[in-house]
């Protein structure tokens, strides 16, 4: 069963204007979680991340908001650019599972459009 | 700088084979991780390692296995490759839970 769930498979915004991600989750011990970003033939860059003691972070264009009674975090990305067009995951970390593992969502293609 | 290094970013091999797609990095991580991206289902883990000689499964851990004789190496083994095994495989490492992830550029690779 999938715990982090990211329902849109693609989104085209305009450069210029505001992009949302969104992503779900299903397990509410949680406490960790990060956006990735990934261009074609390269591994994936961490973008940033948030604890679940915040809920809100911030670094430049980009911020994550948690909203940890619906389980929901999303990525903004102000303003878009055509370098922004990648594969973005999101990821939550378990403390309860004893480890340092992620559990990846399936990604979302965004794509500017200039 | 943090840098993950996989040893190759194409290989084609032939079903059967044992393959080795070996994972180097420099930040004397603890931890390392293998993973495997297919369009449609993100990320997904098969082995990680948190110390020399440690290995824990991930989700998907059938096919493979990984060694992990020195800190800075971890390395995937597929047994006996199977088209099936045919996909872009990832290593990661960290040092710390509240840390990010790293991770390599990738090997793309084409079981024939």
């Known amino acids: 069963d999938q715990q982090v769930k990211q329902n849109s498979p693609s989104l085209s915004v305009q450069e210029g204007r505001i992009s949302i991600l969104n992503c779900d989750y299903t397990?509410?011990?949680?406490?960790?979680f990060l956006w990735y970003k990934k261009y074609p033939a390269e591994g994936p860059t961490f973008l940033i991340s948030?604890?679940?003691?915040?809920d809100k972070n911030e670094d430049g264009r980009f911020t994550v908001f948690l909203n940890k009674s619906a389980k929901h975090l999303s990525l903004h990305i102000v303003p878009s650019q055509p370098g922004d067009s990648a594969v973005y995951f999101c990821?939550?970390?378990?403390?309860?599972?004893?480890?340092?593992?992620?559990?990846f969502g399936t990604g979302t293609r965004l794509k500017v459009l200039a | 700088d943090v840098k993950v290094t996989q040893s190759s970013r194409y290989l084609v091999k032939r079903t059967g084979e044992k393959v080795f797609l070996e994972c180097v990095q420099d930040?004397?991580?603890?931890?390392m991780f293998w993973y495997r991206q297919d369009p449609g289902l993100g990320l997904r883990l098969i082995y990680f390692?948190?110390?020399?000689?440690?290995?824990e499964k991930g989700d998907i851990p059938e096919g493979y296995s990984v060694s992990r004789e020195k800190k800075e190496r971890f390395s995937l083994i597929l047994e006996s490759a199977s088209t099936n095994q045919t996909s872009m495989y990832l290593c990661?490492?960290?040092?710390?839970?509240?840390?990010?992830?790293?991770f390599g550029d990738g090997t793309r690779l084409s079981i024939l």
């Open positions: 990661a490492s960290t040092g710390f839970r509240d840390q990010p992830q790293h």
């Open positions: 397990n509410s011990m949680f406490d960790y």
């Open positions: 948030i604890s679940s003691i915040k």
């Open positions: 990821a939550a970390s378990d403390p309860t599972s004893g480890t340092y593992k992620y559990i």
């Open positions: 930040m004397d991580h603890e931890n």
């Open positions: 390692s948190y110390d020399v000689k440690m290995k």
